[in-house]
């Protein structure tokens, strides 16, 4: 007997309904951030699709016809989720694509009426000019303007350690706060080149090698330990 998939049998939700809604606003915003080719609807990517969602039937077989109509809509519900925070805090980060095309990134983070912290990536925007600290600096500057953020109401910015990165706060004179993720890579990345622990690290590297391949060896760890 041939086994079915039972997501397959699933009734597709109403195009009225808030999980259509939602599962809309995800797909489409998936395919954009991994620059997914505006024909991704046809084809393979439609049957692979529809078996990992079977709820749901795509509006459009074209996701590049969705996104301007998507676009405003999303950004006027952040837009004004956002204005009703007294104090947020911030998070920028420049990173490259697989591309290696430079992107900065701004999340900002508040705690809204009902005492729930609220996190929303506000935008990830090509960054093509030099990454100097009066550019960052400015575009920092225009991104909170396009948002209707305010400067005073900005607790910290979260930044990386770079250079370019902590002098353009220190020419918005924004509060800046060090990322611990970043500084603990730093802080490993530093210990590793400490000569007692690189010495013990090749240590254990050839211990763990010698029984890797050589099958006669585990099986004398093996009655060794027990």
Not at 67 to 79: M, N
């Amino acid at each position: 007997m041939r086994a079915t998939n039972p997501r397959s049998n699933g009734t597709p939700y109403d195009k009225t309904s808030k999980k259509w809604n939602e599962n809309e606003y995800n797909y489409v915003s998936h395919s954009e951030r991994h620059e997914t080719n505006s024909n991704c609807g046809e084809g393979r990517f439609q049957k692979v699709d529809s078996n990992s969602r079977p709820k749901i039937r795509d509006p459009e077989s074209n996701t590049s016809a969705c996104l301007p109509e998507l676009y405003p809509k999303c950004w006027d519900r952040v837009a004004n989720e956002i204005r009703n925070a007294a104090f947020f805090s911030t998070t920028v980060d420049l990173w490259p694509s697989r591309t290696t095309k430079p992107y900065i990134s701004l999340p900002i983070h508040y705690i809204d009426d009902n005492w729930k912290l609220q996190i929303k990536s506000l935008q990830t925007s090509y960054f093509p000019d030099n990454h100097t600290r009066e550019i960052i600096a400015v575009g920092l500057r225009g991104a909170f303007s396009s948002w209707g953020l305010k400067e005073s109401c900005q607790v910290c910015m979260t930044t990386d350690s770079g250079s370019n990165m902590i002098k353009a706060l220190e020419l918005n004179k924004w509060t800046r706060l060090g990322c611990f993720r970043h500084r603990l890579h730093i802080a490993i990345g530093n210990v590793q080149n400490e000569p007692r622990v690189s010495r013990a690290t090749e240590v254990c590297k050839k211990v763990v090698s010698t029984f890797s391949y050589s099958w006669k060896k585990q099986k004398v760890l093996t009655k060794c330990t027990g």
